[in-house]
């Protein structure tokens, strides 16, 4: 597989640089630029005689912005991934033919082969739990439980298309996160962050804000896998300070705190020049930007910059831990617009086995308002056309019910891989688009399949990027988000 030059691995597989050795125990301890004897010294300097903090450095190398393939129409990702799995039959994809045959098996034809985690696939039919109606001038089915998405719905593209291979949470979270089913390889945003770079200077390139419980799939989903370690994404609270332990302790000063910083920098500077190690530059990136964040992490913070009508519009609240969703997408939108590149919004607790009517009810009462607000913040700010905006679960939800007195469920729905709905808007994204369709069940694709593969080739191809091409050489072979197999971006949706 060929490879741009500007996609190229930037690191050698080999351990040590040619003709490098280890350092010696005599230089470790001499008296040159980078010893012992000026770290104690930095250690016993006092604020009182400290001298000017330098100027800090910019943005690290590993991360500056690169060209992409082709012009982009996004620069930046806000993926507001929905763990679980919605049940796009409550939501996007209304099938009328459900209602008539509630209670009754599918027929064999349509299971024939199927495979559940809990139910078996003859289970009875179970039809929508809500109303939809048509909404906004491109006339789109929402459900009645999405009022706010409604108000906006012009602006986004839905595709109801969208399968995958996977029908347990944590391979099925794993393989649209990083392209395969098993821990360890680059996630989405490590893929950005490595292929074009950031635009925050003091920020990192890749921000994870999470809500609504735990998720499956771990924190495999944001990793960087065979990727140098920079790349991976950093988890941010909704609320107070972004990280722990970023502040310095008592008694240590900015100044003091910078002087340590660079002499430790020399020490990792000095092996990176005799080890070819990536992971040393990015243990260098993480003390610089650990440093950086310190002044602009509080800013970040401060909900008190925004207006009431805009902490209203999302719902926002930081006292609150039932708003935390609608902290991460108005935090979102401010970390979009300093610059970072992909910010992961993930938000848990849509796996409904039991009691599907009530459970999407009250996630649709979390998080709807807040999406809407998003999209809507985003366009009057300007930022909406050069961001691209990506709501979706792992999969979708069986048409046939769930019930276990065993397990204390009923009137629920299982996994159900075989057809779900996704929305995108902003960057590079024609809005007011329904795309794709579902039998007239809601259990097959039969027209504008898109695999999850698909997806990940669009959200790329949006930021400039030909799937194809961006490569990493990893064991010896050149290895893709997307995998080996045919894949393309959904022309349908693209402006």
Known sequence: ?????????????????????????????????????????????????????????????LVAPRAPHFAPRAKRVIYLFMAGGPSQLELFDYKPKLAELEGKPLPPSVIKGQRYAFIQPDAAVLGPRFRFRRCGESGALLSEVLPHLAEVVDDIAIVRSVHTDLFNHAPAQLLINTGRGIPGRPSLGAWLSYGIGSEADDLPAFVVLKSGGSLSGGAA?????????????????????????????????RTIQRETLELVRGLNERQAALFADPEIQTRIAAYEMAFRMQMRAPELMDFAQETRATLEMYGADPSKPQAAFA???????????RGVRFIQVYHAGWDHHSNVQGGVAAQARQTDRACAALIRDLKQRGLLEETLVVWGGEFGRTPMVESSAALGRKLGRDHHPQAFTMWFAGGGIRPGVTYGATDELGFHVVEGAAHVHDVQATILHCLGIDHRRLTFRDRGLDVRLTGVEEHHPIRAILA
Do not use: K, Y
Not at 232 to 239: K, N
């Open 1 to 61: 597989m060929r490879r741009s030059n500007r996609f190229r691995s930037r690191h050698g597989g080999r351990a040590f640089a040619d003709g490098a050795t280890p350092i010696a125990r005599r230089a470790f301890l001499g008296t040159g630029g980078v010893s012992l004897g000026r770290i104690a010294l930095a250690c016993l300097l006092s604020r009182e005689t400290a001298a000017e903090v330098p100027q800090e450095r910019s943005r690290d190398a």
């Open 221 to 253: 989903l944001w990793g960087s896998g065979f990727l140098p370690s920079i790349h991976q994404g950093v988890p941010f609270r909704s609320r107070g300070a972004p990280i722990l332990h970023v502040e310095n302790p008592p008694g240590i000063d």
């Open 327 to 337: 902290n991460n997408c108005l935090l979102a939108r401010r970390l979009a617009e």
